[in-house]
C-alpha cells in the first residue's frame, strides 16, 4: 500500500482486490466496484493543464518545489490512468444484515463514465 497526501487529499495506492477484500473482512455485503479510472485521467489531466496556465503565482503561494511536486503528480497520474496501468474504482457496499438493493446513495447514482484524455494530451 502506498500514500501521498498533500494539499488534493490522500491518496492510497493497493493492489488489485485489496479493497473489495478489506471492506467485505469489515462486514460489509453486496460489495460493488465500478471503474471510474477514465474520470481519474480526465479530471488529472485537467488540473494539470489549468495549473500549468498559473504557473507562477503557485510558485509564489505553494513554492516553485511544491508547485512542480503536484504538477509531476498529476501528470503521471493522468499518464498512467489514460495508458490504463492506473485504475481508480468506487466502492459502494450494504451491512450484512441489510442488502444493497434497500440502501440510497446520499448523492444519487454513481457517475457514468466520462470522457477519456485526449490522445494528444501527452503529445
Known sequence: MILRG??????VFTPPGLDQRLLEEAGFADVRAEDV?????RVAAASHAAREGRSA???EVEGAEQNARTQSFLWTVAKLAAEQRLSRLAYLAGERDRPFASIRHPLGALPGRLHPVPEDYFG
Open 6 to 11: 498533500g494539499a488534493m487529499g490522500e491518496f
Open 37 to 41: 479510472t477514465e474520470n481519474a485521467a
Open 57 to 59: 503565482d503557485l510558485d
